[in-house]
């Protein structure tokens, strides 16, 4: 399962350095050093400059091979992602909207950032829901429509079966593709969502990414997400914080379908996982991350009852697998600065 997960922490790499491939630098030299996985090669331009710091990074690096690796890896993310990828990242309040404002309230947000168990996450029916049922509809009969084109079968070991691709957050960028009226106010509104929590303050600030993902598990495959967090404890480069996501099955029927996700508790006392069926314009929010520094502890410990705590909180999650029907969802990862 460890070893599983690295390799899910490699191709959430691979994603951010598809938004940066003008800062890659480093593949000449993680190649020589034997540090890249195939999977890597496969989205590579080749014959690029080779950056110095990763050579005498690995001069400097004890431990397993394996553990050198990982820091390679980790520092060829952050080089390209300092450049082009860092200057995408707007403040969620730069796609407020205030028809999105009955979403999330202010005791949501409160909740959210308490963390700690599963009761922090939200999960949301929109009233007024975020579009209609027949432009929901339209979006997500256009979605379904895009999977061939715009995603790539997963070679996450951790969700084999399913396909992950990304559709930009900028409005102007989203339109040049070509896609429908319904499609891009449904991304206008999951886009505004993370100013809601923002504005309720969070303890440290936020920014949007530059796309969201949509992900489509084939009915039937066998496609699921066995449990993981969307940031693990020590990931480098990699910022989520918050994650949103926003189903699009709008006749699912869950006891035929299945395709729940699944929230596990934070530990054996904290109860029994729950199952969240993903409804068509249903929105489930919740922590991304670990936060587990000993001073955002010890900061929280003496500030909690003054209500000024950090959030630190995390949430184990997972996809069971859909029968019969096709699952789609968008997925925001509200990043930290
Ligand atoms: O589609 C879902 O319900 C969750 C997907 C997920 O956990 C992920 O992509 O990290
Ligand atoms: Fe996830």
């Known amino acids: 399962m460890q070893r599983a997960c690295m390799s899910a922490l490699e191709q959430r790499d691979l994603s951010l350095i598809h938004y940066a491939r003008r800062g890659a630098a480093s593949l000449g030299a993680l190649q020589r050093l034997g540090a890249l996985a ?22 400097t690096l004890d431990g397993s091979r394996e553990a050198r690796e990982y820091e390679l ?142 992900g489509f598990y084939p009915g039937g495959s066998g496609a699921r997400y066995s449990p993981h967090l969307d940031r693990n404890p020590g990931e480098v480069g990699l910022k989520r914080e918050i994650t949103f996501l926003l189903y699009l099955n709008v006749d699912w029927d869950t006891d035929r379908h299945g395709g729940c996700l699944r929230l596990h508790p934070p530990d054996r006392a904290s109860g029994a996982p729950v199952d969240v069926a993903p409804l068509g314009g249903r929105v489930v929010v919740f922590q991304s991350g670990k936060r587990h520094t000993r001073a955002a502890l010890r900061w929280n410990a003496a500030m909690t009852s003054l209500g000024a705590s950090l959030p630190i909180g995390k949430q184990l999650h997972e996809v069971l697998p859909c029968d019969g029907a096709d699952r789609l969802a968008l997925t925001l990862w509200c990043e930290y600065e």
């Open 38 to 59: 195939p999977a890597w090669l496969l989205t590579r331009p080749p014959g690029r400059p080779v950056r110095l710091q990763l050579e005498e990074l690995a001069d």
């Open 73 to 214: 890896r980790a520092r060829l993310v952050r080089s390209v992602t300092e450049g082009a990828y860092n200057k995408l990242r707007p403040p969620p309040e730069s796609l407020a909207d205030p028809s999105v404002d009955h979403v999330i309230s202010a005791r949501d947000a409160a909740r959210l950032r308490g963390g700690g168990g599963i009761d922090a996450v939200l999960v949301l029916d929109p009233e007024p829901a975020l579009l209609p049922r027949h432009a929901l509809a339209e979006a997500s009969a256009e979605l379904r429509r895009l999977v061939a084109q715009r995603t790539q079968e997963s070679i996450n070991p951790c969700n084999r079966g399913s396909w992950h691709g990304f559709l930009p957050l900028d409005a102007d960028k989203a339109a040049r593709q070509g896609l429908g009226p319904s499609t891009l106010a449904l991304l206008r509104k999951l886009g505004a969502l993370p100013a809601l929590v923002s504005r309720c303050g969070w303890g440290r600030p936020l920014v949007l990414p530059p796309a969201v993902q949509l």
